[in-house]
């Protein structure tokens, strides 16, 4: 069984860079086939897929956050880390970690073959 777990960031103040990591266990982030994901959730909308690293490494990022948005990883630790400069209060949302596959990155609901962790609430105020 896979599992994900987000780190705590704390109150984020508006123009701060968004650090989480995603500690993983069950399972290797080098395995094929597999897209380790950050996914955001505003209070009141839907999902926002903010982009992945794949196993080999390499990453893609939702277009209308690419200029502020990195993801890298440790594969010595297992994890993946999601760094979001310039924040604002519009960044206020329940982050989550991912592990989903090529056929369900981007859906608007949580596949049930995905691992998906508890969530972590970023709140972005001065």
């Known amino acids: 069984q896979v599992r994900l777990q987000e780190s705590d960031p704390g109150l984020v103040k508006p123009s701060q860079t968004l650090s989480l990591t995603c500690t993983v266990s069950g399972g290797s982030i080098t395995t094929n086939y597999n897209y380790w994901s950050w996914i955001r959730q505003p209070p009141g909308k839907g999902l926002e897929w903010i982009g992945y690293i794949s196993s080999s490494g390499s990453t893609y990022y939702s277009p209308s956050l690419k200029s502020r948005t990195s993801i890298s990883r440790d594969t010595s630790k297992n994890q993946f880390r999601l760094q979001l400069s310039s924040v604002t209060p519009e960044d206020t949302a329940m982050y989550y970690c991912?592990?989903?596959?090529?056929?369900?990155?981007?859906?608007?609901?949580?596949?049930?073959?995905?691992?998906w962790g508890q969530g972590t609430q970023v709140t972005v105020s001065s």
């Open positions: 991912a592990r989903v596959r090529a056929r369900t990155y981007g859906l608007g609901y949580r596949d049930s073959d995905d691992y």
